[in-house]
């Protein structure tokens, strides 16, 4: 991943700095004076943004192109989706075992109650690993394309200070990867809505289970 920081604009800011010294010796006079010499020339040594634009039109192409790989790692992963199914299944399990506790003997009572108790911890678990996916998800892809759009911000507001077209287009990746970015948004908005709705059903079963426990053992 690249990070725009200001040490981007560090070769172009060396291109430039020698302007200021050509300027101050031209004048052949004491230091601090100000060159007061032709007036052509002085325009041929204005600073020179060939190096630094160079360099801010490498950074784009460069960020342009970890923009698309970040993205399409975005876009392709299903770790969340498949935390959800997971949670599901489990919560299924538990579902069935309660079910079946319902229609077994009472002497069944202590070990279908352990085993719903079981079932719940288990849908628990997965809804945490689920919430701790999220928070990963947040902070590694979604944060590097996020900080990939930034830099390629960056590097446009740099061309554009230097005074120097982009040698790029930048509209369909910036596009993909806000798409990118916005879905798995949603995405994770909507899956933890679920995996709250599933973990507390998973409670609500094993309340359940427990009560009909006491009110059926022998």
Same mark, same amino acid.
């Given at each position: ?23 101050? !010796?031209? !004048? ?75 229609? @077994? ?6 070990? @279908? ?22 928070? !990963? ?10 900080? @990939? ?9 740099? +061309? ?37 709705? +599933? ?20």
């Amino acid at each position: 991943m690249h990070h725009f920081t200001r040490s981007r604009l560090v070769a172009g800011a060396v291109a430039l700095s020698g302007v200021s010294i050509l300027a101050a !010796g031209c !004048g052949g006079g004491s230091a601090g004076t100000p060159f007061t010499g032709n007036p052509t020339f002085q325009q041929q040594v204005q600073p020179n943004s060939t190096a630094a634009a160079l360099t801010a039109q490498q950074n784009l192409v460069s960020d342009l192109a970890q923009l698309t790989k970040d993205a399409k790692s975005l876009s392709k992963d299903i770790t969340i989706p498949n935390d959800l199914t997971t949670l599901s299944a489990a919560l299924t399990t538990e579902d069935q075992d309660w079910q079946q506790m319902q229609h @077994d003997g009472c002497s069944s009572m202590p070990t @279908d109650a352990q085993l719903v108790a079981f079932d719940a911890q288990t849908v628990s678990r997965d809804a945490t690993s689920l919430q701790t996916d999220v928070t !990963g998800m947040q902070a590694g892809d979604i944060a590097a394309v996020s900080n @990939d759009l930034g830099d390629i911000q960056n590097d446009l507001t740099a +061309l554009k200070t230097l005074g120097t077209t982009p040698q790029v287009t930048t509209a369909t990746q910036v596009t993909a990867g806000t798409k990118a970015t916005q879905n798995a948004s949603n995405l994770i908005t909507s899956d933890s809505k679920s995996a709250n709705a +599933l973990s507390v059903k998973g409670t609500q079963y094993l309340a359940s289970a427990q009560q009909w426990a006491k009110q059926h053992t022998c």
